[in-house]
């Protein structure tokens, strides 16, 4: 049976919670639960019994060259879009934690141990982002994989300002789960990864939506924003954007000559979507989809195509329906009372002032794929 080692625990914890802490370990062994499902029920059943205001699990490489880190996946819970993308993109490579937990030796500790608050605090990273994010306050742990892997996960706990300094006891407790994330992240990124360490492509773009399928054609990893897409169910498997995944993917394993399907254009809960639907590689069963949503920059990316090559109004309009909207010619048809026909002449016109010859070119015209 897997569980807890007893006599680490000793007699500061009830019996409760070391039912609790003994419960949440046998729930993570779940080989049905996706990696995203299990931090998921990870941080949800943790609440329970240590309280933070913010989390997150954390993916990254150094990069030897550079001598920087470099994000590979986040999942951050309770973080604004302002400060994952400012860490991101401006304070990542600050960071002083990171350092300490790129390792292959479990490592977890309280911020208030093992830094000088007063010397910490004059510090760029602290000044900018720690104190205004509010994570002074914090638990940090590694998650060691194997060192094949090229890839640290980490994960951290952070209270506001103001509030109690966490214990030593709510210390032991994330130690306590320490090896067993590690066994199961190992396993779930093995099954993800097949034959290549590709496993978390899921870099965070702010509007890119990435998961795998596997042979079955079940969702088995996705990033954050895929996950964000799928946000009209309970589960992302059942989601409109879900449904749509698989669906073209079953389309791609019925036509064993084709290597990819799309982009493909499609209107899931009042917002446009392009999925492209790739086999995974020329060895493999599985699938990864990548979802582009068509936000208000397409319509500014338009706009500027049309002036650069002096489209007319009603090649412009026809452009836009059928891309924005996922019109078929038909449907474009009616929508503007004209004839197929016309329709079919006036997009030829524009591909011919484009120099292109499809949807695809266009797209990349407009720098969408």
């Known amino acids: 049976m897997r569980g807890m080692n007893m006599s680490r625990l000793g007699s500061a914890f009830s019996l409760e919670e070391i039912k609790s802490i003994n419960s949440l370990i046998e729930h993570l062994y779940d080989e049905s639960l996706t990696l995203e499902d299990c931090m998921d029920l990870f941080t949800n059943k943790l609440r329970e019994q240590i309280y933070f205001d913010k989390s ?55 911020n208030s141990d093992i830094f000088c608050i007063a010397e910490r605090k004059k510090t760029r990273y602290y000044r900018e982002f720690v104190q205004t994010a509010q994570l002074e306050i914090s638990i940090d742990a ?67 939506g990435v998961c795998i399928l596997d042979s079955e054609l079940k969702l088995v990893s996705f990033n954050t924003t895929f996950k964000n897409f799928a946000s009209d169910r309970s589960t992302i498997h059942d989601s409109a954007i879900g449904q749509q995944v ?23 809960n009042n917002n446009t979507f392009l999925i492209e639907v790739s086999r995974y590689n020329h060895k493999s069963t599985k699938y990864i989809c990548i979802v582009y949503p068509l936000s208000n ?52 016109t524009a591909y011919q002032k484009l120099g292109i010859n499809n949807q695809k070119q266009l797209l990349t015209l407009l720098k969408i794929i």
Not at 246 to 268: F, H
């Open 56 to 110: 997150d699990f954390m993916f990254f490489r150094h990069n030897p060259e550079t001598n920087l880190y470099e994000m590979q996946s986040f999942a951050p819970i309770n973080w604004s879009e302002g400060e994952v993308e400012s860490y991101i993109e401006t304070y990542m490579h600050m960071d002083d934690v990171l350092p300490i937990l790129a390792t292959p030796q479990e490592i977890a500790f309280r």
């Open 142 to 208: 590694n998650i060691p994989l194997p060192q094949d892997y090229n890839t640290y996960a980490i994960l951290g706990l952070f209270r506001n300002t103001g509030k109690k300094e966490f214990t030593l006891k709510e210390l032991e407790i994330v130690k306590m789960y320490q090896k067993h994330l590690s066994k199961v992240f190992e396993k779930k990124l093995a099954n993800a990864n097949s034959n290549d360490d590709s496993f978390l492509a899921f870099d965070n773009f702010e509007s890119l």
């Open 246 to 268: 698989r669906k073209i993917a079953e389309q791609l394993s019925g036509s064993p000559a084709k290597s990819k399907l799309g982009p493909i254009s499609a209107e899931i």
């Open 297 to 348: 920059l397409f319509l500014t990316s338009m706009t500027s195509l049309k002036d650069s090559y002096r489209l007319s109004n009603r090649e412009f309009e026809i452009l836009y329906l059928m891309l924005k909207n996922g019109m078929t010619n038909e449907e474009i048809a009616n929508y503007l009372f004209i004839s197929v026909a016309t329709v079919k002449r006036h997009i030829s």
